[in-house]
């Protein structure tokens, strides 16, 4: 297990994810963050809000940047607001 951090990015800044979570690898990590974005761009969608450039950054726990997740790439083919 490896710890992940998943800081969210928008127009208002990065917030800090200073928890974590475990992991078994890479992969589980950003299918997580993957998941969260997509319940997020539910909450957007229901409130008639575009999700502007919204991303998780993805940290190992040594801080290097592993992988990004835009919320974007997270909507249908056509999917766009």
């Known amino acids: 297990m ?3 951090f998943f800081s969210l990015v928008d127009s208002h800044g990065r917030r800090e994810d200073r928890k974590g979570a475990n992991f078994d690898d890479l992969q589980g990590a950003i299918r997580a963050a993957e998941s969260a974005a997509r319940e997020f761009l539910v909450k957007q969608y229901l409130n ?18 592993v992988s990004t997740v835009r919320f974007r790439d997270m909507l249908p083919p056509g999917g766009s607001h």
């Open 2 to 4: 490896s710890l992940y």
């Open 48 to 65: 008639d809000q575009d999700p502007d450039g919204r991303q998780f950054e993805i940290n190992d726990e040594k801080g290097n940047l």
